[in-house]
């Protein structure tokens, strides 16, 4: 038995120096640890939005909140309320309202980050597989897989999959290049975080201006009468939260330089945002209209870096404290 004993420790020894030997040499790389999304992770959020304490407030949207808000100052400067993170990068934020708007137990607030196209066809279920997710397959112990799996991505490159045993031999088997280096990374409560300083902003710009050059520079416009349903149905999911004491905020966050130029091209404010504003039952506000917002420092034209976070949070809640549209702690 002593045997076995001493085998196993041996074992795990030379084990746990492999390991270390091999997450030192990918950090030498420059690499670090990075948290992954995922449905999971993103349902231990979404289960997180019933707050009796203190107020809900649960940010919806894509990319430009998921790596905009801070919650450091929103905790500091708003401590009545319990911010929520939701939203998913390149997805558009409507399903989720939808069902906050089902849920009978919520009665928080909603900042719910979309644009125009949101309330299109393409945009209005883009968020369903979550949702989906979270009522039909998330479980206490896959949550509880998820948080453990989250503390190990903090503290280990290895944790990424890109450095599993799997991809490691399939990369040499294929000659592939290492993994991609991330500038963008996620928190424990799933608020993100951008570093231009580590990461080009300039194809993302590229990308948007080989999309135009392939709709010969400019987005085909969706039609109105297939857009203006989505539009209506909205009201009721507005509503529905109101009448439990809640709120929603529509709120279209800003872009700059041909990012802002193509989409007026693609869906003019007059046309379509001003007409959903004008008729909603939901606060809206459109950054365009603060100038501490519209003219705030995006380095690829969408998004904002780290750095700028707490800044960017506090214009944001000041332009919405403004307008009364948030307690203000007295």
């Known amino acids: 038995m002593s045997r076995v004993l001493s085998a196993v420790l041996v074992a795990l020894v030379l084990s746990s120096l492999a390991l270390f030997g091999v997450e030192h040499y990918w950090r030498g790389r420059g690499y670090a640890?990075?948290?992954?999304?995922?449905?999971?992770?993103?349902?231990?959020q979404r289960a997180r939005v019933y707050a009796r304490d203190s107020i809900p407030l649960v940010f919806l949207g894509a990319s430009r909140t998921l790596y905009a808000i801070d919650r450091e100052t929103v905790l500091t400067r708003l401590p009545g309320y319990a911010p929520v993170m939701l939203a998913r990068d390149g997805e558009y934020p409507l399903a989720t309202l939808r069902d906050l708007a089902e849920d009978t137990s919520f009665n928080g607030?909603?900042?719910?980050?979309?644009?125009?196209?949101?309330?299109?066809?393409?945009g209005i279920d883009m968020q369903r597989p979550m949702v989906d997710f979270y009522h039909q397959q998330f479980t206490p112990s896959r949550a509880m897989h998820r948080l453990l799996l989250s503390h190990w991505q903090r503290q280990s490159v290895l944790a990424?999959?890109?450095?599993?045993?799997?991809?490691?031999?399939?990369?040499?088997?294929?000659?592939?290049?290492?993994?991609?280096?991330?500038?963008?990374?996620?928190?424990?409560?799933?608020?993100?975080f951008i570093d231009f300083s580590a990461g080009d902003p300039e194809p993302h710009r590229q990308e948007?201006?080989?999309?135009?050059?392939?709709?010969?520079?400019?987005?085909?416009?969706?039609?109105?009468?297939?857009?203006?349903?989505?539009?209506?149905?909205?009201?009721?999911?507005?509503?529905?939260?109101?009448?439990?004491?809640g709120e929603v905020i529509?709120?279209?966050?800003?872009?700059?330089?041909l990012r802002r130029d193509a989409f007026e091209d693609w869906a003019p404010r007059a046309e379509y945002w001003d007409k959903m504003a004008a008729v909603s039952p939901?606060?809206?506000?459109?950054?365009?209209?603060?100038?501490?917002?519209?003219d705030f420092p995006l380095p690829?034209?969408?998004?904002?870096?780290?750095?700028?976070?707490p800044a960017y949070t506090h214009a944001l809640i000041d332009a919405l404290q403004t307008r009364g549209w948030l307690q203000t702690p007295h």
């Open 33 to 44: 640890p990075v948290i992954m999304d995922s449905a999971d992770f993103w349902s231990i």
């Open 109 to 122: 607030v909603v900042i719910c980050d979309l644009d125009a196209v949101a309330f299109s066809t393409l």
């Open 160 to 192: 990424r999959p890109d450095f599993s045993l799997t991809r490691a031999v399939l990369r040499v088997w294929k000659q592939e290049p290492e993994p991609f280096h991330p500038f963008q990374w996620l928190n424990l409560r799933r608020f993100g």
């Open 208 to 245: 948007l201006v080989r999309n135009l050059e392939s709709f010969n520079g400019h987005f085909p416009r969706f039609p109105f009468d297939e857009w203006w349903p989505q539009v209506e149905a909205s009201h009721g999911w507005v509503k529905a939260i109101q009448a439990r004491g």
């Open 250 to 257: 529509f709120y279209a966050s800003p872009t700059s330089g």
């Open 282 to 294: 939901a606060k809206v506000l459109n950054a365009l209209d603060v100038p501490a917002l519209r």
């Open 300 to 309: 690829d034209d969408s998004h904002v870096d780290y750095r700028q976070k």
